[in-house]
């Protein structure tokens, strides 16, 4: 994974899944975080696989994060390995305003690690987001209680977001990426992918891809 | 997770995800078709799966066991309308595969709990729990706890300290001393030191300890690089969800010896196997099959054995056998037209991404179908695995189907129903059979310095036998091992036609001798329906039946068959044209390359990017309003149902390039590859094989560097 090239300036490349249930904000999280937008009205976008995010991490590194949104279609929950293939980590996201997709939060999780794994047989990062935090009513839900429920069930931590008014949105990607650069030493599988091949239709002349991994 | 109801209104229903079913899905899905695709497995791909190993055990598993229960078909006809007539679906595989074999060859102490029927060869303490019938060899001390019939056998000493544990009745046979000691005895003694230690190295234990990095195939088959799937995954940009490996040795078996194969241009050069005057007869005939006018050359003889044919150029004997057995992978008696014809494609192929003909997808042949899906899905396709149709709702008038019912007895409308075949109980009775074994071995067939190869072996026999096989680089099975499909037409049982091949090219724990052949660790053994034939005479106008993997090598067929299906459901409709790149779709309000963090954005996403339509498209209803792409030269699609958009600017390999067709003579061995990547019938050179040229050819232009892993660094 680590593409040290002639430069100092390191590159990584992570796709990162954001899964959960149905109308929680998956897709406003991941417009909010790479677009900019918020938009009130439900919209399926069709035909993207993911969104790219490009961060200038720190002087030397640049990280650039594929963020693969569920196709609305497969939320039955029967996403291909396509879908999970080579994912270094993963946002789960629930609706505070529903209590329902928290339940479902668990099975979700135990879903992910069922489905992908890094190198060395542990689960992907995960973070698990709280979103729609402006609807919230109550603010007494007890911090500890989420803090208890990350541990037990295996993600990183958690954040309180709002695709809506852009809180912690940011924060919580810095978070994962964090992780995801912490665990850059047991990314998935062989490194050795020189003679892997991918087909292309494109004419664009060749961008320097140094397609070491 | 999966708790929704799903909606009551499709244009597109398709049951099963196998290769032909997801072609189509995907088709249908990326012109706007609102496609709802079922599976009553709980897995994608269907007979075209990959499994881990421990994911195939369970497999193996309930292949023995759900044969028998058949599931009581309910009564839906309240459901029915006035006019309308019921067609109930099987709601299992009608032709499940048969003469399931599994044996486990095991140096070290192993825990074995056998739920189909094995043979188990114990050479070290072993602990066997038989649910099924067993044998057991056993050469050390073993406990065996049998719940069925099971029969070990054993040395008189040896046979005092196997321990019996048994439900039902074990037999226990004593076998005479003379050949097994001297197995015993000498092995240590013949086998080099290293050997034993690598043989030593992985146990059953150790297997299924890493069984999840195995991915094995149920269907073995490899990709031409010029072959309509290739061109289809290319064309439609489904293939930016798969990365594939060279299948990097043609090998054969000759006189018991495994040797390589030279096809290409430098192989023929280098090889050791020729003289040099079979060298230039063997590039003067290859040349002369790539001729346009080869048709001329063999008039007298199309409909007469190829063998003859070879015979008559005289060709040597050496050259006879590469051409037939490996290049044409033809029988000799098959016709001369049909094997130049074969001859000729694998020509063609060759060079495109590498040395040989073919590529072979990284984690199993089960990845093709679940990429066509993912594209089906993220185009609107709703997915449902463990779901299934239970009947098809017919307008007796029209005999076309309106609806589906299915496994919950939900009534969903469509106007077209695409089905996996073997879906109709009655008369279905497969026609052929492919035997089938997947070997995990310890080493390769033909050891080499190039620690990494997937090689592909023609082994002539009554009914020749291609054997494919697999490093750990080709993620399907893990370091220390290689994981070996052997594919043949039934003759026999899959034990019958292929053991004598597994035998013979490989040791088994209860090969007399030893030597440098690699060792069997797991072997599996099972029959496979090609193709059922027709299942139902007449069938509903809008219903379809895909047919699955068939015996051959290639894809062609199966896309053959859904590109037809497609056709006929939208005769207008272009078939699979290309989607957009994710990273080339802007959103509105977005400006590229401003902001702190939009730095650096989609900095290969060059404004020569052609036919990759960037769409926010509308949902399948298509209510949503058109967010238009900011892009330039890039059109923006609005209508889900657009009909042969972006002619243009489409870089699919049809016909866009002049015809370039240097030919063989001029026999020098370094020549432009630049015409390459292109038409097929157009660029039949035998050049730029030579794997430094271009180890990693794209579609299209050779010059580009296409080497772009999924997590792969950029810069
Ligand atoms: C395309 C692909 C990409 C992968 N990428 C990664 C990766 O990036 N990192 C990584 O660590 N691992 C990767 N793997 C390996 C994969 O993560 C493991 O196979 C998976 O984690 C299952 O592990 P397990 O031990 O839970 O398997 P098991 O416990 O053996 O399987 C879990 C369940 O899934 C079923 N199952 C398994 N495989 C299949 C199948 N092919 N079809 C149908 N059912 C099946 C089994 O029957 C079982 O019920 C990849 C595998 C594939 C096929
Ligand atoms: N108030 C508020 N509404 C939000 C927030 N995030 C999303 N929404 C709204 O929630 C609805 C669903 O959001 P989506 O982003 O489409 O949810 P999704 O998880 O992608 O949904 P599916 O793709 O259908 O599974 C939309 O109406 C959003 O406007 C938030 O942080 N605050
Ligand atoms: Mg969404």
Known sequence: MAGGSVSECKEYLFKVLVIGELGVGKTSIIKRYVHQLFSQHYRATIGVDFALKVINWDSKTLVRLQLWDIAGQERFGNMTRVYYKEAVGAFVVFDVTRGSTFEAVSKWKHDLDSKVKLANGSPIPSVLLANKCDQKKDTSNSTSLMDNFCRETGFLGWFETSAKDNINVDEASRFLVENILANDKGLPYEETNGDRIKLHQETVAAESKSGCC | ?715
């Open chain 2, 1 to 715: 997770m999966a708790s929704e109801h799903l909606p009551s209104e499709f244009d597109v229903v398709i049951l099963g995800t196998g290769l032909v079913e997801s072609v189509v899905a995907a088709a249908c899905s990326r012109v706007g078709q609102r496609v709802l695709h079922l599976d009553r497995r709980s897995y994608y791909a269907g007979k075209w799966a990959s499994f881990t190993l421990n994911g195939l055990l369970s497999w193996i598993d309930e292949q023995n066991t759900t044969l028998a229960s058949e599931e009581q078909s309910k009564d839906w006809s309240a459901l029915l309308e006035e006019g309308e007539d019921l067609i109930g679906l099987s709601t299992r595989d009608v032709s499940p595969v048969t003469n399931l074999q599994v044996f486990n060859y095991t140096r070290s102490p192993c825990l074995l709990v056998a739920r189909s029927p094995c043979l188990l060869v114990a050479r070290s303490p072993c602990l066997l729990v038989a649910r099924s019938p067993c044998l057991l060899v056993a050469r050390s001390p073993c406990l065996l706890v049998a719940r069925s019939p099971c029969l070990l056998v054993a040395r008189y000493q040896l046979l005092r300290e196997c321990f019996c544990f048994s439900e039902e009745e074990v037999e226990e046979e004593e076998v005479e001393e003379e050949v097994e000691e001297e197995g015993q005895d000498q092995t240590p003694a013949r086998e080099t030191e290293q050997e034993e230690k690598r043989r030593k190295r992985l146990s059953y234990a150790e297997l299924l300890k890493e069984g999840r990095r195995f991915n094995i195939d149920l269907v073995s088959k490899l990709l031409y690089s010029r072959g309509a799937l290739i061109d289809l995954l290319i064309k439609s940009n489904v293939s930016r969800y798969a990365e594939f490996k060279n299948v990097t040795r043609i090998l054969t078996c000759r006189h018991g010896n495994i040797e390589q194969v030279p096809c290409s241009r430098s192989d023929v050069f280098s090889s050791r196997l020729l003289s040099v005057v079979e060298k230039r007869m063997l590039m003067r005939f290859l040349t002369s099959c790539l001729d346009q006018d080869t048709p001329l050359l063999y008039q007298d003889f199309a409909q007469r054995p190829y063998l003859e044919f070879l015979q008559h150029h005289k060709l040597s004997e050496n050259l006879q056998h590469f051409l037939l057995h490996s290049i044409s992978m033809a029988t000799p008696d098959t016709p001369t037209a049909t094997a130049l014809t074969a001859t000729r494609h694998f020509l063609q192929c060759l060079g495109r991404y590498g040395n040989t003909p073919f590529l072979f997808p990284l984690y199993g042949l089960g990845e093709i179908p679940q990429c066509f899906c993912r594209m089906c899905a993220v185009f609107g396709g709703i997915y449902c695995l463990r779901h299934s149709v239970q009947a098809v709702v017919v307008d007796k008038s029209s005999n076309r189907c309106k609806a589906v019912i299915d496994s919950q007895g939900q009534r969903i409308s469509c106007s077209h129903v695409v089905l996996e075949e073997g879906c109709f109980t009655q008369n279905a009775t497969p026609t052929r059979w492919v035997s089938r074994a997947v070997l995990i071995t310890d080493g390769s067939v033909l050891p080499s310095e190039a620690e990494q190869q997937v090689s592909i072996v023609t082994i002539p026999s009554e009914s020749p036998v291609r054997l494919v096989e697999l490093c750990p680089s080709s993620m399907t099975c893990i370091p220390g091992t290689h994981l070996v499909h052997l594919t043949c037409q039934s003759l026999g049982s899959a034990f019958q036609d292929l053991s004598p091949v597994v035998t013979r090219l490989f040791q088994t724990a209860d090969s007399d001798h030893h030597d440098q052949r690699p060792g069997v660790l797991w072997c599996f053994y099972f029959n496979m329906s090609e193709g059922l034939g027709s299942e139902v005479s007449e069938l509903p106008s809008n219903l379809f039946v895909c047919p699955g993997p068939d015996g051959s090598l290639g894809h062609d067929h199966a896309i053959a068959q859904a590109e037809l299906i497609f056709q006929k459901i939208l005769p207008d409709e272009d078939f699979c044209p290309p989607a957009p790149n994710p990273e080339d779709v802007l959103y509105p309000g977005e400006e590229p390359g401003t902001g702190p963090s939009h730095q650096g954005e989609e900095p290969q996403t060059s404004p020569s990017h052609q036919g990759e339509e960037p769409e926010t498209s509308p949902s399948p209803q298509g209510e949503e309003p058109q967010t238009s792409p900011t892009h330039q030269g890039e059109e923006p699609e609005t209508s889900p149902s657009h009909q042969g958009e972006e002619p243009e600017t489409s870089p699919s390999l049809q016909g866009a390039e002049p015809e370039t067709s240097p030919s063989l003579q001029g026999a020098e061995p370094e020549t432009s590859p630049s015409h390459q990547g292109k038409e097929p019938e157009t660029s039949p050179s035998l050049q730029g094989e030579e794997p430094e040229t271009s180890p990693s050819l794209q579609g299209a232009e050779p010059e580009k560097i296409p080497v772009q892993p999924e997590n792969g660094t950029q810069g």
